[in-house]
């Protein structure tokens, strides 16, 4: 079974940077594109990246394009979201997912691709 482990949330400032963590473990790590996700209070769940298995791939969602970068260490099983130039609308949860590359259909904005996830790591943005 796989388990992912998220780590590096704390409080920023706006316009300062964090690095979130995600160790993965139970399987074989770069046979899994992973993805990051976070939640707001209110708010449905909205895709923040993707990387794929090779980490040759990699996609963003809108509103982080830019500012946050996703990649990752198959050396230590781990997966990182760069977070630059954070602003109060950063505020969430964030959550690592991940998703075989036998099953993953392409929908890599999706919660509903990846079959793994982790219990989150809360990043909070004062102004």
């Known amino acids: 079974q796989v388990q992912l482990d998220e780590s590096g949330g704390g409080l920023v400032q706006a316009g300062g940077s964090l690095r979130l963590s995600c160790a993965f473990s139970?399987?074989?790590?770069?046979?899994?594109?992973m993805g990051w996700f976070r939640q707001a209070p209110g708010k449905e769940r909205e895709f923040i990246g993707y990387?794929?298995?090779?980490?040759?791939?990699?996609n963003y969602g809108v509103a982080v394009k830019g500012r946050f970068t996703i990649s990752r260490q198959n050396a230590v099983d781990t997966v990182y979201l760069q977070m630059n130039n954070v602003k109060v609308e950063d505020t969430a949860v964030y959550y690592c997912?991940?998703?075989?590359?036998?099953?993953?259909?392409?929908?890599?904005?999706?919660?509903?691709?990846?079959?793994?996830w982790g219990q989150g790591t809360q990043v909070t943005v004062s102004s």
């Open positions: 997912a991940a998703v075989h590359w036998r099953r993953y259909s392409g929908r890599y904005d999706s919660s509903s691709e990846y079959t793994y």
């Open positions: 139970g399987r074989t790590f770069n046979d899994y594109a």
């Open positions: 990387i794929s298995w090779s980490g040759e791939t990699t």
